[in-house]
């Protein structure tokens, strides 16, 4: 198993634009989520989903969007970049009431 | 008030060292709780499951408190390898996982 695969893993965005990170997990697991991580910092909800079909926003949902159209992917979109949304963003997911399993985070600046 | 609080630190100390680190909770519903590893620029990883009963793996030990709402992880024998944040989290009814803002440990030769 790859596990929870994150791409790109660096980025550099001018202000306003957009991109879509990408993260896909081949474990079957149900449940997915993104985290954002400011240098020093704990990580922070964004959005998470339950299974297919399914989202919910978490702690910071300000400024990005979901979607979960199969199990495996789970990408989020920046529609208008800023410079607050310069951080390392970390897809995790996992079965139910057992560890969660993280990808290797994608390092986003935005100028 | 954060729902769950750590001291960020960093504990510095000398390798063969034993160290502790605590975590408090505020979410009583809180039904399992994790101890994360976390090094320099990678991901978090599950260093280890926290138990009732207290539970031990090697040179490391969580314990759980209920009534006070705090969680405790004891390294003994530290390692140079050990240097890294460790995260505490909790896990609650809707099987969302909080995670608290890490206790950074730096061991030195």
């Known amino acids: 198993n790859a596990g929870v695969t994150q791409t790109p893993k660096f980025r550099i965005l001018k202000i306003g634009q957009s991109m879509t990170l990408q993260c896909a997990q081949d474990?079957?697991?149900?449940?997915m989520y993104w985290y954002r991580q400011d240098p020093g910092m704990g990580l922070k909800l964004i959005y998470y989903?339950?299974?297919?079909?399914?989202?919910d926003k978490g702690e910071v949902p300000n400024g990005y969007n979901v979607s979960r159209s199969t199990t495996e992917y789970f990408p989020l979109r920046l529609e208008l970049a800023a410079p607050s949304q310069t951080s390392v963003y970390f897809c995790?997911?996992?079965?139910?009431?057992?560890?969660?399993?993280f990808g290797p985070g994608t390092r986003l600046t935005v100028l | 008030r954060k729902e769950v609080e750590q001291d960020p630190g960093p504990f510095n100390v000398p390798e063969g060292a034993t160290v502790a680190f605590n975590c408090t909770y505020s979410?009583?519903?809180?039904?399992?709780f994790f101890w994360y590893r976390q090094d320099c620029r990678k991901e978090p990883k599950l260093l280890m499951s926290?138990?009732?009963s207290g539970n031990e793996d090697g040179r490391f030990t969580a314990q759980l408190n209920r009534a006070s709402q705090y969680i405790s992880l004891l390294i003994r024998d530290s390692k140079l390898s050990d240097s890294a944040t460790y995260l505490c989290?909790?896990?609650?009814?809707?099987?969302?996982?909080?995670f608290g803002g890490g206790t950074r440990l730096m061991v030195k030769p």
């Open positions: 995790a997911s996992k079965p139910v009431g057992n560890e969660q399993f």
């Open positions: 474990m079957n697991h149900n449940y």
């Open positions: 989903s339950v299974g297919a079909g399914i989202t």
């Open positions: 979410n009583s519903a809180s039904q399992s």
């Open positions: 926290v138990y009732s």
């Open positions: 989290v909790d896990l609650n009814a809707g099987n969302m996982l909080t």
